[in-house]
């Protein structure tokens, strides 16, 4: 494999190319560069609650994941972002579990990082890719992309459900009743009537 680069989670981008999907900003712990990756809803609204440290009325997928890991004595090694193709990045879960064989896990790279958060477990991608989809910040106004060259992009810290206008919060809402995560729906509710003054 080449060689890998290790990523912390910076927050999100607001600046959305797609509906209905956020820009994940991850950054190279020992460099400049950072990649970002779009993930759907309800996979930002499932990393955006450890982010930002609030837990959720009940235990959410990737929740229910690093229980069944620590339950079962799994150690999550470490993921890797280890391919880009036709606009999509590819992840893996290096799983240590009985008799320290470690087994390797294809996964969506929005879940790979929602779970790795959850037990605090390094994130790689390689240098490839790095080279390739990163972008350099010489500071936070100003991002260029080392392959496509200048471009601008607004770097925010996902902390809290103020952070999204209402019309984010309703799309978000949709999503988690379609989804049928209704603990998520009631946290998005409540949100949304703190702002308008009325219940919803």
Excluded: C
């Excluded at 460099?31 to 499932?46: C, D, H, K, T, Y």
């Excluded at 799983?95 to 790279?109: C, D, H, Q």
């Excluded at 996902?158 to 998520?184: G, H, Q, V």
């Amino acid at each position: 494999m080449d060689k890998k680069v290790k990523l912390s989670v910076l927050g999100f981008s607001f600046n959305q190319s797609q509906s209905g999907t956020y820009g994940l900003v991850l950054a190279e712990e020992t460099g400049v560069r950072r990649l970002m990756i779009l993930v759907g809803s309800p996979e930002a609204q499932s990393i955006a609650f450890k982010l930002h440290k609030t837990e959720p009325p009940r235990p959410l997928t990737h929740d229910l994941i690093k229980s069944i890991l620590f339950d079962f004595d799994i150690l999550l090694e470490e993921v890797v972002i280890y391919k880009y193709e036709d606009g999509i990045f590819y992840s893996r879960l290096y799983l240590n579990g009985a008799g320290n064989k470690v087994e390797v896990i294809e996964s969506r790279t929005s879940d790979a990082i929602a779970t790795a958060l959850r037990t605090n477990s390094p994130i790689y991608t390689t240098e490839d890719i790095m080279r390739e989809q990163g972008v350099v910040v010489s500071d936070e106004d100003d991002i260029k992309n080392e392959g496509e060259g200048d471009a601008s992009d607004d770097v925010q810290d996902f902390t809290n459900y103020s952070d999204f206008n209402r019309t984010e919060l309703e799309n978000m809402l949709e999503e988690a009743i379609k989804n049928e995560d209704y603990e998520l729906a009631s946290v998005l509710r409540d949100e949304i009537s703190k702002r308008t003054g009325h219940p919803i």
